[in-house]
């Protein structure tokens, strides 16, 4: 199975490719989080799958969500350069630059 995954603003547009079928999915959701978290459930019920995303929303807002175990994620906020890292799901730390 191939994934490819463009995001823009709060949609994320799926391009699933799989042995049957393409097909494409957008997702729309009100933040960034809730577009990730739309596209992981969609992406575990159809193909029973476990993955992870960082969506940058319009508004700046960057949502990392994941369904695995760990997901090594990181990303330095706009003007004040604040580096957040993390790997675990409940791990969100800051430092400066």
Known sequence: MTTTVTMTMTMMILF????GPSFVLIIIGSSAREAAEK???HMSDRIHGFGGVIVVGRNGEIAHVFTTPRM????IGGASGLLRHGINSDEDIAEEQ
Not at 16 to 19: P, R, V
Not at 72 to 75: D, E, L, N, P, V
Request: positive net charge; hydrophobic residues 55%; proline residues 0%.
């Open 16 to 19: 699933l490719k799989s042995a």
């Open 39 to 41: 596209s992981l459930k």
């Open 72 to 75: 090594a994620w990181a990303s």
